[in-house]
């Protein structure tokens, strides 16, 4: 499968812990993103990724989030001291720059519940 | 305010019924825009991209309205299958990041 790809699919943790994801994205592509995503809403902007370089960070994601890409390749995003509220769906996405109106190709995401 | 906004319905329609949703975006520099369908608890996939002369894709076509910031979709003999959230994306001016809409939900009844 070359799709984007994303572990784990599921995530149940007490509020106050922390919580890594990893995305890996299609190979060639060089832009990641993460966005998040509630019932019944579209996916919001979190951060993205050009190669290795984190390019934008959303003003959703706060001090408690932290994202990387250290070699240009996989990426992880990190949430630390969980709270109820970043109960959410987290989707990466990637997309090759190479031409100006390519699409983003989404991984399964992970749903997070923090209970 | 937000940069797309979408109806987001639901939409209850027979099989064969002729269904259209429409989306408005607020960032006129905006450069790209793509219609994603998105099955309940999966990831969003590509629909179809809209290009500014319109385009269409079997019983789907998607049009852009640059002067009224609003992208259109229309789905014609509507199927069972079809049932989904249709999701208006758009990408920022400077094709940084995509923009979200929070989903027009269709449902096709037999």
């Known amino acids: 499968d070359t799709g984007v790809s994303q572990d784990p699919r599921h995530k149940i943790t007490k509020r106050g812990q922390n919580v890594t994801f990893r995305c890996d994205p299609i190979?060639?592509?060089?832009?990641l993103y993460w966005y998040r995503q509630t019932l019944g809403q579209g996916p919001e902007f979190l951060t993205y990724?050009?190669?290795?370089?984190?390019?934008?960070k959303s003003r959703l994601l706060s001090d408690r989030f932290s994202a990387e890409r250290p070699k240009g390749s996989f990426s992880t995003l990190e949430i630390q001291r969980t709270e109820q509220g970043d109960s959410a769906m987290y989707l990466c996405?990637?997309?090759?720059?190479?031409?100006?109106?390519?699409?983003?190709?989404f991984g399964q995401g992970t749903r997070l519940t923090v209970v | 305010r937000k940069e797309v906004e979408q109806d987001p319905g639901p939409f209850n329609v027979p099989e064969g019924a002729t269904v259209a949703f429409n989306c408005t975006y607020s960032?006129?520099?905006?450069?790209?825009f793509f219609w994603y369908r998105q099955d309940c608890r999966k990831e969003p996939k590509l629909l179809m991209s809209?290009?500014?002369s319109g385009n269409e894709d079997g019983r789907f076509t998607a049009q852009l309205n640059r002067a009224s910031q609003y992208i259109s979709l229309l789905i014609r003999d509507s199927k069972l299958s079809d049932s989904a959230t249709y999701l208006c994306?758009?990408?920022?001016?400077?094709?940084?990041?995509?923009?979200f809409g929070s989903g027009t939900k269709l449902n096709v009844k037999p």
């Open positions: 990724f050009q190669n290795e370089a984190q390019l934008e």
């Open positions: 994306v758009v990408m920022g001016y400077n094709f940084n990041k995509f923009y």
């Open positions: 190979s060639e592509h060089n832009r």
């Open positions: 996405a990637s997309r090759s720059t190479g031409a100006p109106n390519t699409e983003a190709f």
């Open positions: 809209v290009y500014s």
């Open positions: 960032n006129s520099a905006s450069q790209s």
